[in-house]
T-cell receptor, first 114, second 110 residues
Framework: GAVVSQHPSRVICKSGTSVKIECRSL??????MFWYRQFPKKSLMLMAT?????????EQGVEKDKFLINHASLTLSTLTVTSAHPEDSSFYIC??????????FGSGTRLTVV | GQQVMQIPQYQHVQEGEDFTTYCNSS?????IQWYKQRPGGHPVFLIQ?????EVKKQKRLTFQFGEAKKNSSLHITATQTTDVGTYFC??????????FGSGTRLSIRP
């Protein structure tokens, strides 16, 4: 079946630094990938839609300059949390629309900013 | 904007009892998907419903899509401890954007 690999699974960083999260579709090509944020015991909040070869589409209220998205190839999208602050601590998860299998999610990245 | 409401927020049942979660959209959906997220895990795709009034079954799970394509339900018969987790519906609008419901967290007493 379709697999989406996400790294790292956990990261702890200092306030003010930047963190890059990678999302790869392993056995299919994804022209579109999605980035979500999930707070504890809450639903998934769509942050942005990553489009291969073009600019990402951000949801209302999501800061483009803070959450940089790059989708340079058909199998890789990256999310960079810039100048991270403790309030950015969260579970970030990517997904891709895989053929016939709904959305396939990565395993998620738990970011802790100290 | 489009909203997808899901109830109940929590459900605690005795093992062997049935469980149902309901999903309602403010707009007509082109399709609806259901996902299960185990504690500490990521959402896993269960099924997609496309047709008005569609009913699909996966073993003890029964999924329904309403006639108006604005609501859906997931019913689990005779729950087992392996059913523990949060069940999300996700509705796709005509604009192709998928909106996740708030989820129903199922816990089970052995």
């Amino acid at each position: 079946g379709a697999v989406v690999s996400q790294h790292p699974s956990r990261v702890i960083c200092k306030s003010g630094t930047s963190v890059k999260i990678e999302c790869r579709s392993l056995d299919f090509q994804a022209t579109t990938m999605f980035w979500y944020r999930q707070f504890p015991k809450k639903s998934l909040m769509l942050m942005a839609t990553s489009n291969e070869g073009s600019k990402a589409t951000y949801e209302q209220g999501v800061e483009k300059d803070k959450f940089l998205i790059n989708h340079a190839s058909l199998t890789l999208s990256t999310l960079t949390v810039t100048s991270a602050h403790p309030e950015d601590s969260s579970f970030y998860i990517c997904s891709a629309d895989s053929p016939g299998a709904g959305y396939t999610f990565g395993s998620g990245t738990r970011l802790t900013v100290v | 904007g489009q909203q997808v409401m899901q109830i109940p927020q929590y459900q605690h049942v005795q093992e062997g009892e049935d469980f149902t979660t309901y999903c309602n959209s403010s707009t007509t959906l082109s399709n609806i998907q259901w996902y299960k997220q185990r504690p500490g895990g990521h959402p896993v795709f269960l099924i997609q419903l496309v047709k008005s009034g569609e009913v699909k079954k996966q073993k003890r799970l029964t999924f329904q899509f309403g006639e108006a394509k604005k609501n859906s339900s997931l019913h689990i018969t005779a729950t087992q401890t392996t059913d523990v987790g949060t069940y999300f519906c996700a509705g796709r609008s005509s604009a192709s954007k998928i909106i996740f419901g708030s989820g129903t967290r199922l816990s089970i007493r052995p």
